[in-house]
């Protein structure tokens, strides 16, 4: 089983930038599908982003298109999510998540194995 450590969260002000990055365990993450999803207080985790085993697909939950990005360096065993222009909204714990198969890449309950969570906060 791929183990997943994130790491990168914190207290950001409105408006500036982080970095999450998400360590895998083994080399088989190489050929999964990784994504990203948060969950703030009181709600179900949510779809972020998503990204291909080469990287060449990717897509973005509603609220973060066009802030956020998503990438990943294969031979590190690492995916990040490059979140710029933050709002208040954003404030979640941020979890990474790996699967083999891009179907049905937004939906948390296909996705086989998960990390530990990093908290963002974000303060006006």
């Known amino acids: 089983q791929v183990q997943l450590v994130e790491s990168g969260g914190g207290l950001v002000q409105a408006g500036g930038s982080l970095r999450l990055s998400c360590a895998a365990s083994?080399?088989?993450?190489?050929?999964?599908?990784m994504g990203w999803f948060r969950q703030a207080p009181g709600k179900e985790r949510a779809f972020v982003a998503g990204?291909?085993?080469?990287?060449?697909?990717?897509d973005y939950g509603q609220s973060v298109k066009g802030r956020f990005t998503i990438s990943r360096d294969n031979a590190k065993n690492t995916v990040y999510l490059q979140m710029n222009s933050l709002k208040l909204e954003d404030t979640a714990v941020y979890y990474c998540?790996?699967?083999?198969?891009?179907?049905?890449?937004?939906?948390?309950?296909?996705?086989?194995?998960w990390g530990q969570g990093t908290q963002v906060t974000v303060s006006s």
């Open positions: 998540a790996g699967k083999r198969y891009w179907e049905s890449y937004w939906l948390p309950e296909k996705y086989e194995y």
């Open positions: 083994e080399g088989t993450f190489s050929s999964h599908v």
């Open positions: 990204i291909s085993w080469r990287g060449d697909n990717t």
